[in-house]
């Protein structure tokens, strides 16, 4: 799966120096981003924190969800979520705290992200 270029470049803009300040200065937008992700209303709720929180913050989120539910989703849909976090280098080990708690079922997440993932690949 190959991203868009200027998708790519956001996500790798996002590790910064390598920092830990770095780090946080965005995991914290990412997790509120998350947060506010986290509802069975995803699909309504997504175009206004994607304008909030930016493509990138949206994307880890995604990627991240992706993941965790990787054993029930496309493998198109997986290759992308792992092309997005081999990009963010500096991340916590952990990154469940990005992870969008939607309460659907796994396969959902194709259904509301489809459009996001389309827009951020070359596919």
């Known amino acids: 799966m190959k991203l868009d270029n200027t998708f ?4 790798k803009k996002i590790n910064g120096d390598g920092s830990r300040e770095a780090k946080f200065a965005f995991l ?3 997790k509120q981003a998350a947060k ?3 509802t069975t209303q995803v699909s309504d709720l997504s175009r206004e924190v994607l304008r909030k929180y930016g493509r990138a913050s949206v994307g880890i ?3 991240a969800t992706v ?3 990787e054993d029930r989703l ?3 849909t997986v290759q992308w979520a792992r092309e997005v976090m081999r990009l963010w280098t500096n991340r ?3 990154t469940g705290c990005v992870l969008i ?3 659907l079922h796994p396969t959902k997440i194709e259904e509301y992200a489809r459009s996001f993932i389309r827009a951020t690949s070359n596919n």
């Open 61 to 63: 989120c995604v990627a």
């Open 8 to 11: 790519s470049r956001e996500i």
């Open 101 to 103: 708690q939607d309460g």
């Open 67 to 69: 993941i965790e539910r």
């Open 28 to 30: 914290n937008p990412t």
């Open 74 to 76: 496309e493998y198109e």
């Open 36 to 38: 506010e992700l986290s």
């Open 92 to 94: 916590p080990i952990d």
